[in-house]
Every structure is written in structure tokens, then in C-alpha cells.
């Protein structure tokens, strides 16, 4: 084991023996959660503690943005982004400024599968909070103004990230991957189908979205569950008990056509993206993909394409893999920014690591450090308030169980190298991946030869 990984794994443990503290007849860092059904079938979890006089809140429901409508791609983005826009009789600037008062943070957010919501208010302040949480909830004004503001803000954040390789490279290749399928539409629209967008179409998915029996809740902190009960019964009745007309997303499979494509843009380095379909969470190879990403290039600077392309060649200043386990089945993703008069050799350095965890199977050594260090850091996930709500409306939004935090470290030590030779050979056959590089062509001379002379 590296002094780096010693590091790492020492600072780990340390923070889990300092911050989380046992709980009678659970694991020390398993969280006492308490699990009801609220009007309509809504799921909502409970983590009480009063160490600090905080309440969070996460409501996570099926309205992610592979469910906008065709032609008018960046509706969710829109609905989640006015969400502290105003509610029933109160304007965006009178919302927002009551919320600045009480120190009341009310935020949205569209991913690919779900909207989530965000919401933390001291607990002194919990019924003045709720209160403007249940209206925008429940009575969002989507006022015309608000949203000329909003469609613009998001052509702005457009136009910006079309000057970023990362961001092109990494648009491009969902693309790539996707196709037609929802998730290769653009996530913020374009500027073409936000100018479609009005007032109506905001409602229109809004009210399809926010229904009783695909709704999760999420509650942590200074909160009782008899109080937390009494708000969901007194303040979720009114809201449609009707399933939601959004359809699950569809799986997504691999076109097996792989393909290369290439973007000019004059930036000092070339942003590089492979990536094929991986898998979604309940997949039988989900824990084993953990283990073996973190192999990869999940690990930071313990991973092998940190080792390989970084440490011994100097190509880049940092290298990643990651896998998205989205419902339809999200994307692995492989991905560096290098000189441009490096691309090519670095193709090959990171086709090769792939190639070379799918054929050769992992030293039993490296396999046991690295689930040493997955499950001594997975207590990290849990040791705040905010961490807590949001991982617990994930586990709700995706069905994962009551138990998946308990059992997650031991399902991480069960898997072997043969599993990850499995899984490895599964998902990363190059026959299935997409190849994305944005940048200068090879041919320009702008940049010297060399190891990396800018950070990315």
C-alpha cells in the first residue's frame, strides 16, 4: 500500500471514529432512520438529531429532464430553477427576500431520472419555512417576468459552456452514446427549444411531475417524527393522489457502433471523453462496478490511470473514470485533458488500462486495499445533516431499501477479482465505446511538446 493511500485511508477512518458515533444494535455508522407512508403513498424518511438546531429536507419525484417534451427540451431544467421564483400570493422578490430574512435556503434541481428539491431552515424557523415550502410547492406562480429571466439565465449559462472543452466533450458524448434515446436529449434545452417554452408548459409539467405516489421525502435534523408526521398529513393532502402520466425511462442499450469525433476549439489542451451505456443501480454487477471504477480511475490519485498517464508520463494533470447508474442505465465515462500533441498517445494509454482490467484479473492485494478504503470512507457519506437527507431520498427515488446503507460494506467486501474481470469485460469491451475530443486539431502547432504545461 502507497504512504498516499495510507494517508488517505488514515484520514478516512479517523474522521469515522470522530464524527459518527454508535447507534445500539447497528453498525457505528449506520443511521437510525425511521420510515412511514405519508397521503397518497408519498415515502418519506425520517433522521432525528438535535445536535444542532437544523432541519434538511430533500423531495425528490420523477420529473428529470429525460421527461421534457420533444421540441421543448429544457423544461425541467426551468420549473427547478424558478422554484424559489414565488408561491401562492407572494412575487419572486418578496419570496426571496423572506427567505433571506429567516436564513431559509429553497433550491431546485433537474438531473437526467428526478427533480430535487432542497430545503434548510433552522429549526426556530421551521413553520414560517414549511410554510413557503408548501406553496412553491404546491402553488407555484411561474410569473411571465420570472421566466424571461430564467430562459435567458439559462441561454447565458449555454453560450458560456460552449467555451469550455469539458463541457462540450462531455455533452457531445452523451450524444454520442444516446442518440435518440432520452438521455441523449440536451439536458438545458437549447436556445431554440427554451424560446419555445412558455408559462403553461411549466405548469403543465409541474403538475404531472409533483404527484403523491411518486413523491419521496427526506427529512433530517432538530425535527421529532410525531411533528414531522403532523406537517406531511396536514400539508401533502392537498396535492394530486393520481400516479404520474411521466413514464419510467426506457433502457437504454449500447448502438454498438462506436464511433470518433472530433470539435475544434482553440484552447490550450484537448478535452478527451470515452464512454459507453453502463449500468443503472440494481443491476447484480452494481457493487463490483464500484470496486472495479475505483480501480480504475475512480480512486484520485491511488487509481491506475492516475499512475499510468500522470505519475509515469506526465500527460496530464488529472484523469478520472466515473459510471452513472442511472434507471435507464447510465454512462461510464473515461475522460483527461492533455496537449494537444499528446491526444494520440494518451488514447492509447487509457484504451490500454481498459483493455488490461478486462483481460488481466486484479491482484488480490490491490482489490483488498481498495475495498479497505471504500468501506473505512463510505461512514463519510453520512456525517452531516444535508448528506443524510440526500442520501436517504436517493434510496427512496430508487427503491434501494431500508437496509442498503447497513449491508453496503459487506456487499463491497464480497466482491472478488473474478467479479471484477466480469463486470470489466461487460462494460468495457471498446467495441462499445464512443470517442470524443475537443480542442485544437493534431496538426496545429500551438502547443509545445512536452509534459502538461497548463492546468486543466
Known amino acids: ?77 426551468l420549473v427547478a430553477w ?51 415550502l408548501m406553496d412553491a410547492l404546491l402553488k407555484p406562480r411561474f410569473d411571465p417576468t420570472d421566466l424571461e429571466r430564467a430562459v435567458a439565465d439559462q441561454v447565458a449559462s449555454l453560450k458560456k459552456a460552449q467555451e469550455n472543452p469539458d463541457s462540450v466533450a462531455s455533452k457531445a458524448l452523451v450524444r454520442a452514446i444516446y442518440g435518440d434515446h432520452p438521455y441523449g436529449r440536451p439536458s438545458q434545452g437549447t436556445p ?22 411518486n413523491l419521496v421525502l427526506a427529512v433530517a435534523g432538530d425535527i421529532t417524527l410525531e411533528k414531522l408526521k403532523l406537517l406531511v398529513d396536514d400539508s401533502f393532502s392537498a396535492m394530486n393522489n393520481i400516479p404520474s402520466p411521466l413514464r419510467p425511462t426506457p433502457l437504454a442499450f449500447s448502438k454498438n457502433r462506436p464511433d470518433r469525433q472530433h470539435v475544434e476549439l482553440d484552447v490550450p489542451q484537448t478535452a478527451i471523453r470515452l464512454g459507453a451505456v453502463g449500468i443503472h443501480r440494481h443491476d447484480p454487477d452494481y457493487y463490483a462496478m464500484v470496486v472495479m471504477n475505483q480501480i480504475l480511475g ?20 488529472g484523469v478520472f473514470s466515473y459510471f452513472s447508474p442511472l434507471s435507464g442505465q447510465g454512462p461510464f465515462v473515461v475522460g483527461m485533458k492533455t496537449k494537444t500533441a499528446s491526444v494520440e498517445e494518451s488514447l492509447v494509454l487509457l484504451r490500454r488500462e481498459l483493455t488490461r482490467i478486462a483481460q488481466e484479473e486484479v491482484d488480490e492485494k490491490e482489490l483488498e486495499d481498495v475495498k479497505l478504503y471504500l468501506t473505512g470512507s463510505f461512514p463519510l457519506s453520512l456525517d452531516g ?72
Open 298 to 317: 475512480g480512486g484520485g490519485f491511488t487509481s491506475r490511470l492516475t499512475e499510468e498517464i500522470r505519475e509515469k508520463r506526465g500527460l496530464t494533470y
Open 1 to 77: 500500500m502507497s504512504v498516499r493511500f495510507r494517508l488517505l485511508l488514515f484520514f478516512c477512518l479517523f474522521s469515522m471514529a470522530t464524527l459518527l458515533q454508535p447507534i445500539e444494535g447497528r453498525g457505528a455508522w449506520s443511521p437510525d432512520v425511521s420510515h412511514f407512508y405519508g397521503p397518497g403513498g408519498m415515502m418519506v424518511y425520517h433522521v432525528e438529531s438535535h445536535a444542532n438546531p437544523l432541519i434538511m429536507v430533500e423531495i425528490l419525484v420523477p420529473g428529470g429532464a429525460s421527461h421534457d417534451p420533444d421540441g421543448k427540451e429544457g423544461v425541467a431544467s
Open 82 to 132: 424558478m422554484f424559489n421564483e414565488g408561491g401562492g400570493e407572494m412575487g419572486s422578490e418578496a419570496f426571496r427576500e423572506k427567505l433571506d430574512y429567516y436564513g431559509i435556503s429553497l433550491s431546485a434541481s433537474a438531473g437526467r431520472d428526478a427533480l430535487t428539491v432542497s430545503f434548510s431552515t433552522l429549526s426556530a424557523h421551521l413553520d414560517v419555512g414549511w410554510k413557503m
Open 192 to 213: 431554440e427549444t427554451l424560446a419555445a417554452i412558455g408559462r403553461n408548459d411549466l405548469m403543465r409539467f409541474h403538475e404531472m411531475a409533483f404527484r403523491l405516489p
Open 385 to 456: 445533516l444535508s448528506k443524510l437527507a440526500g442520501i436517504w431520498g436517493v434510496i427512496g427515488f430508487y427503491q434501494r431499501g431500508l437496509d442498503y446503507l447497513e449491508k453496503w460494506p459487506g456487499r463491497i467486501r464480497q466482491v472478488t477479482a473474478g467479479d471484477i474481470r466480469r463486470v470489466a469485460k461487460r462494460i468495457l469491451d471498446l467495441d462499445r465505446f464512443h470517442t470524443v475530443t475537443v480542442g485544437r486539431t493534431v496538426e496545429d502547432k500551438g502547443a509545445e511538446p512536452g509534459n502538461a504545461d497548463s492546468k486543466p
